[in-house]
């Protein structure tokens, strides 16, 4: 099965911070994707990437850039932290359009 | 502007019986869906999909019903097991798009 690996299971950082989180998939796929989850509001899309160095926004790219350096590896990077950026952030990656996707455990974000 | 919503934010369930879910969407150009499952500290799971040509799939206890018209999809557990406890998000893309929208979860609880 694919394996989703994001660096962190929780993070703690102060407003202002510069934050990375990564996430590294082990099966070669192209498309790889950030969404954050909230209480009532689901999962929304950040950004995803089709290939190395390209990258699309989704629903909510407001305060985020992503950076996809090599195939494996997906960065997602909040360049000013701010409270209300604390949420669960899920990775996820599929082979191709309409195949299921396959997410990483995710990381639970505190901005203090 | 929620484009497919899950407007049970929990549901019950009694041990062994029937769960169901539901799920609206308002954009017509939607012609493949999803269900996700997930536990909490996990990534979500996929579950089971359709296509818009079909109106049911099927696989094991989980049935998937479409009605295109009705812009409603419906996801049927039978029989319901302790371990089906968790938060289930309904899916949607336009075929060839890299993109999938959420909905909002629903929280199923089975009662032994």
């Known amino acids: 099965d694919v394996k989703v690996t994001q660096s962190s299971r929780y993070l703690v950082k102060r407003t202002g911070e510069k934050v990375f989180l990564e996430c590294v998939q082990d099966m070669d796929h192209e498309n790889m994707f950030w969404y954050r989850q909230d209480p009532g509001l689901g999962l929304r899309l950040i950004y995803f990437?089709?290939?190395?160095?390209?990258?699309e926004k989704g629903d909510i790219p407001e305060g985020y850039s992503v950076s996809r350096e090599k195939k494996e590896r997906f960065s997602l990077i909040l360049e000013s932290a701010s409270t209300n950026q604390t949420s669960m952030y899920l990775c996820a990656t599929h082979k191709a359009n309409n195949e299921k996707l396959f997410f990483g455990s995710g990381t639970q974000l505190s901005v203090l | 502007d929620q484009q497919v919503k899950q407007n049970s934010p929990s549901l019950s369930v009694q041990e062994g019986r029937i769960s169901i879910l539901n799920c609206d969407y308002t954009n017509s150009m939607f012609d493949y869906f999803l269900w996700y499952k997930k536990y909490p500290a996990e990534g979500p799971t996929f579950l089971i999909s359709i296509s818009s040509i079909k109106d049911k799939n099927e696989d094991g206890r989980f049935t998937v019903f479409l009605n295109k018209s009705a812009k409603h999809l419906s996801l049927h557990i039978v029989p319901s097991q302790p371990g089906d406890s968790a938060v289930y998000f309904c899916a949607a893309s336009v075929y060839g798009n890299e993109k999938l929208t959420f909905g909002t979860g629903t929280r199923l609880t089975i009662i032994p």
């Open positions: 990437s089709y290939d190395v160095k390209m990258k």
